[in-house]
């Protein structure tokens, strides 16, 4: 993902969700300096709500080493009432990058160093 690109990941509701901290991992390759912004978004229908956001800068590695690079954070977020079909929503966009693969999250832990990008949703 690159500058002026976004991707999204979503999920099918089952409930509601308390107001709380959503904690999120991301880590991820960095092959180019590169800022993301990353979104935790509320889709009912064709309106998106967004719960949280926030902005990181990554730079690679020194020595052209592509393992991955640890980030975990809690984010502050309002309740979420359920209404069937709402899906929740991850998404990351990338800006200001020389490269359109620039920030790439974690696909095999195994293999990178890193963990799976994911949240864990407040109770």
Request: a negative charge.
């Amino acid at each position: 993902m690159g500058p002026g690109r976004s991707l999204d990941a979503s999920f099918d509701l089952v409930a509601g969700i308390p107001a709380g901290n959503y904690h999120v991992i991301y880590d991820g390759i960095i092959l180019f300096p590169v800022d993301v912004t990353f979104s935790i978004i509320h889709r009912r229908g064709s309106d998106d709500t967004v719960l949280a956001t926030w902005q990181e800068h990554f730079e690679p590695l020194p020595g052209g080493d592509f393992e991955a690079q640890p980030r975990e954070r809690d984010e502050a977020a309002p309740a979420v009432q359920f209404q069937d079909g709402d899906k929740l929503v991850y998404r990351y966009a990338g800006a200001n990058a020389a490269g359109s693969m620039s920030y790439i999250p974690v696909g095999s832990p195994e293999s990178e160093g890193g963990r799976h990008t994911n949240l864990t949703l407040p109770r």
